[in-house]
């Protein structure tokens, strides 16, 4: 039994690692070594043979190659034939010519009656021909060439276990330069195999030969013997296989084992699942509890992440059919993504983690040979492929989290030292005025003295407003905070929200309001969002007019807020609503605040049954839209259209630079 078939059929013929012009150089390599022996055969006299005895080796090389065995090794296989009982036979009856030339036509014949693919089918015809006019030309250099000669038979048998070497050694090149592997990886595991084979049915030819010798008719005895060593060298082959396809799912296992991004898991899985199963390119997907998928596919090309097109396909494959081995037509439902490959290897786990993890694996080969163990080794797999997906989304999960808390803690501490700053700013200013007014009584005018009440009342008010913030802010995380509502007048409500904030947008806001806008809500709380809003604006967009627009909607009013500044990049705008969280440290530093404006917005904007999003201005800048309803949830309007906007007792209005306030306003 000799290793008689090489699987290049999956392969293509140009490639990443340019593995047709390889193959190519290996087969004009053997051509060459077949032509070198057979002219140094031809120059020493050896026989050719008789015609009659090279059609009759041809004719049982043909009939050998179709009793088989493969053994599989990743995606190529070897595939095993009896013909080296007729091998042996051969060296005896023929000369080194017509023997290799006989070997090269069975082949040929087997291999169009097999519709195998022309490369493949070229490296098995030039390697039968190179392998046994080598072995032949040894057997015939040794000088023992008589079927009667019992050394004859010994050398018979040497160069059948050389031609098995030689055969093995071609194939063995041929899958390293495939897969990229070692030589000697690929040589060691298939050799021992190969020789054995070849021990086991080289005997049978010599005894065939012996017994024909006597008369054809005692070729019956020697049947069951040749159909003992048959079944036993095929079995023996599967059981190798099977020992091989083992080996490999544990080096599989152990390679993935220690995975923990979960697009790196994807993609080693779906590399090593097509490998493991022989395939031309592989699909690993995990599709969660909430339809979400991901997935990655590997090919010649490598590893990457796969389409949802062709995620959707692997997970309608799964849905429809059980896990197997299914042919692929037109109206399959992976028809689109599965190239040129004839049937799919389908096999699922599902993870309460996880969700559930598909593996399809895309074959170029027949479905019958070794089906049942490819799809228990890819179950197997999947089993175990669920687990890294599991694996690698916790870790990826706790990565986040503490990613998270560490920027969490990050953000406390420098929310704890910008609201220090904050409270010592104003605190610092009203102490030193009042110092200063206790220091130098009578000594100053009027004038001083007032400047002095005014920067005291201003900054008063700061903190007055800076406290009632963070008192807001906790009770609208408990959902304590009181929502009154109200019919107001938007007008009014925006020409104190542009009073208000004067000073810090220095005349540079524009109000744009639609005529019969009517609403009814909480109008303290609305007038301090859009203060809140404004004032952003005017700290982060230094130059350049605010806008400040109400208009209606099918459901209510959207309040717009638009400034021209640098603007948010779009991965920061979720961030910006979360607590602490102020993305310009440096700009805070000089701007001050604390970075719960935004967050308090948002919050706000919930208890206002409405909604705050974040756009882009066309030409650069933000643009905040306040959605409010125009009759929120529960809400039992006052009649009528009050005179004057009813602000609530938290909300405190900055005063403006230079107004006068006298001692008793301090004192209240």
């Not at 096999?347 to 027949?366: I, K, M, N, Q, W």
Request: proline share 4%; with cysteine; hydrophobic share 50%.
């Amino acid at each position: 039994m000799d290793i008689a078939d090489l699987e290049l059929s999956t392969l293509p013929t140009r490639g990443r690692y340019g593995l047709g012009p390889r193959v190519g150089a290996l087969i004009a390599l053997q051509l060459a070594i077949a032509v070198g022996v057979a002219i140094v055969v031809e120059l020493h006299g050896c026989p050719i043979g008789r015609p009659s005895a090279v059609l009759a080796l041809t004719a049982c090389f043909v009939v050998a190659g179709a009793f088989a065995a493969s053994l599989e090794l990743n995606r190529h296989n070897f595939t095993f034939t009896p013909s080296d009982a007729v091998l042996v036979v051969g060296f005896l009856v023929a000369g080194p010519i017509g023997l290799a030339v006989s070997f090269a036509v069975g082949e040929a014949v087997n291999s169009v009656a097999q519709r195998r693919d022309p490369l493949k089918s070229l490296f098995n015809v030039s390697n039968r021909l190179a392998a046994a006019m080598l072995a032949a030309g040894a057997f015939q250099a040794i000088g023992h060439t008589s079927m009667h000669d019992m050394m004859a038979w010994v050398a018979a048998l040497a160069a059948a276990v050389l031609f098995s070497l030689l055969d093995v050694a071609a194939t063995s090149l041929a899958i390293s330069i495939a897969e990229q592997t070692e030589f000697h990886v690929v040589f060691v595991r298939s050799a021992a195999t190969g020789v054995l084979a070849t021990l086991a049915a080289a005997p049978i030819g010599l005894v065939a030969l012996d017994l024909f010798s006597h008369g054809p008719v005692a070729l019956v005895l020697v049947v069951p013997l040749a159909a003992a060593v048959t079944i036993n060298s095929r079995y023996a082959v599967a059981q190798r296989d099977e020992h091989l396809r083992i080996e490999r799912l544990h080096e599989s296992t152990a390679r993935t084992a220690g995975l923990l991004s979960l697009d790196h898991a994807l993609e080693s899985l779906a590399a090593e699942a097509r490998a493991l199963t022989t395939g031309s390119a592989a699909l690993c997907c995990v599709v969660g509890a909430n339809d979400t998928a991901v997935g990655a596919w590997a090919d010649d090309g490598g590893a990457h992440r796969a389409d949802p097109d062709a995620i959707a396909a692997a997970a309608e494959l799964a849905r429809t059919c059980p896990d197997g081995e299914t042919a692929i037509d037109d109206a399959s439902c992976i028809s689109s993504i599965s190239g040129d490959a004839r049937n799919a290897l389908v096999a699922s786990s599902l993870h309460e983690h996880a969700g559930r993890v598909v593996l399809v694996v895309f074959r170029d080969g027949t479905s019958a040979t070794g089906a049942n163990s490819r799809v228990e080794l890819l179950g197997a797999f999947a089993n175990h492929a669920a687990l890294i997906v599991a694996n690698a989304m916790m870790h990826e999960e706790v990565a986040v989290a503490l990613a998270r808390q560490v920027d969490l803690n990050r953000q406390k501490d420098d929310f704890v030292a910008a609201v220090s700053h904050e409270l010592r700013t104003p605190l610092a200013v009203i102490l030193g005025s009042v110092q200063t007014l206790d220091r130098l009584d009578g000594k100053i005018s009027d004038t001083q003295r007032a400047q002095l009440f005014d920067m005291t009342s201003v900054q008063g008010a700061r903190l007055q407003r800076l406290i009632d913030e963070l008192l807001l802010v906790a009770a609208a995380e408990h959902a304590n905070v009181r929502i009154e509502h109200d019919a107001i007048d938007i007008a009014k409500l925006t020409a104190s929200v542009a009073a208000d904030t004067a000073v810090v947008t220095k005349g540079r806001l524009e109000r744009r309001i639609d005529d019969d806008a009517q609403l009814v809500t909480d109008a303290s709380k609305l007038a301090q969002v859009l203060m809140n809003l404004v004032e952003n604006a005017a700290k982060y967009a230094p130059s350049g007019p605010i806008e400040l627009t109400a208009s209606r909607e099918a459901d209510g009013i959207c309040f717009r807020v638009v400034d021209h500044g640098p603007g948010i990049p779009p991965e920061d705008r979720e961030r910006i609503f979360e607590r602490f969280v102020q993305l310009d440290q440096s700009s805070t530093r000089r701007q001050g605040g604390t970075g719960l404006g935004l967050h308090l917005c948002n919050q706000i904007a919930k208890l206002l049954d409405g909604r705050l999003d974040i756009e882009e201005t066309s030409g650069g800048g933000c643009t905040f839209a306040l959605h409010v309803p125009a009759v929120p949830s529960g809400a039992r309007p006052t009649t009528g259209c009050p005179t004057s906007i009813r602000v609530a007792p938290a909300t405190v209005r900055v005063r403006p630079a230079g107004l006068r306030c006298d001692a008793a306003t301090l004192v209240r």
